[in-house]
């Protein structure tokens, strides 16, 4: 069996990782191989080649090159060269990950060759169409053939969507695979060293969705809200290069609060995560992160596509801004709500990943 896997953002390279892993680990014994695709959708060495280094992946066979632009420049782009990629290296499987532009454009040439086509993290919905990745999820929900599952709700929506049970494979969440097989690995970098920081005694934020940040009057009342609820603990920030142009355009004595880090490689920022006292982000994958590691979270959106870090794990969901203050006052007087892990959320995702391919192509 031939596996194409497909690679773009940041997000991507944390739960291709152990599939390569899985593959590696039964491609002795078994007639399984794989071809990896970097389309270059992040193409800043900051946010791919370096994840690449840290989670032990090989260098890609091709990288697409296709950088930035708006989405359906993009999107385009990777179709165009994922195409001819496909064409001159035929698969019996294209495996794509998450819902970024590229598992979207990748999905779409699979199916238009006739290529069996299988998607990791599938069926999660926010049910928010203003957001591209629920676009990218419906679409590539729609062309797949098998789907691999991180929660039961994952199954509902698919099932809703009229997906037979037998192509539906409930698996559990890759990404926690990453996080558990590193978790011994994560390090400390220099800012850690300089700040002379300690575990539990800051805060940790991350904003980079269009909603919380391209509007600067919003992300200013973010900021300002946030800084007045932290008390004694400073405010580690680091800052994606999205956010930073709108960042620039607010008064220092906003911005002056923060203490604004570069993007960290996945090991480092992992540390910083780990170590917090609480998180405040908008990001997808730091809510699972952090439920696993029993961080309070809380995300400011309007909804999540992964509920089940709200009613099992750490997690909150902020869809007012102004009841933010609440929430950091129970981390500051340390009564955040208990909280557990998500069924098969065990770090052998991959693994069951792989022996239900083999199961269904080999």
Request: glycine letters at 4%; proline letters at 5%.
């Amino acid at each position: 069996m031939k596996i194409t896997l497909i690679a773009g953002a940041r997000p991507n390279f944390m739960k291709i990782a152990p599939i390569i892993h899985a593959i590696e680990k039964y491609s002795s014994p078994k007639n399984i191989s794989y071809r990896l695709i970097h389309t270059g959708q992040h193409y800043d060495e900051k946010m791919s080649q370096v994840f690449f280094e840290d989670l032990n992946i090989k260098t890609p066979e091709v990288n697409l090159e296709v950088g930035s632009g708006s989405h359906a420049v993009q999107t385009a782009q990777i179709m165009i060269k994922f195409e001819q990629e496909l064409l001159e290296h035929p698969t019996d499987v294209v495996l794509v990950v998450g819902d970024v532009n590229s598992t979207l454009a990748c999905s779409v040439v699979a199916k238009k060759l006739n290529t069996q086509l299988v998607h990791v993290e599938a069926g999660i919905r926010s049910f928010d169409l203003a957001m591209p990745e629920e676009i990218n999820r419906m679409v590539t929900d729609a062309l797949s053939d098998h789907f691999f599952t991180t929660s039961e709700y994952a199954n509902t929506n698919l099932k809703h969507a009229g997906i037979p049970d037998n192509r539906i494979h409930f698996v559990g969440n890759v990404m926690i695979d990453t996080l558990l097989k590193n978790k011994h690995r994560f390090t400390a970098n220099a800012k850690w060293n300089e700040l002379k920081l300690k575990p539990q005694s800051y805060w940790l934020l991350t904003l980079h969705r269009p909603s919380n940040v391209d509007d600067a009057e919003k992300l200013k009342s973010i900021l300002t809200l946030i800084s007045k609820n932290a008390g004694d603990l400073p405010i580690i920030f680091p800052i994606h290069p999205r956010t930073l142009q709108i960042l620039k355009q607010l008064p220092e004595s906003v911005v002056s609060k923060f203490i604004l880090l570069d993007p960290m490689r996945y090991l480092e920022f992992m540390y910083f995560v780990q170590h917090a006292k609480a998180v405040i982000t908008d990001s997808g994958g730091i809510q699972e992160e952090t439920t696993v590691l029993s961080i309070p979270c809380m995300t400011i959106r309007e909804n999540t596509e992964r509920p089940e870090t709200v009613t099992i794990g750490s997690n909150v969901l902020v869809e007012d801004i102004t009841g933010l203050p609440s929430y950091m006052k129970q981390v500051l007087d340390n009564t955040w709500k208990k909280s557990g892990i998500p069924p098969m959320w065990d770090g052998n995702t991959a693994e069951r990943i792989i022996e239900k391919l083999m199961e269904l192509y080999a």
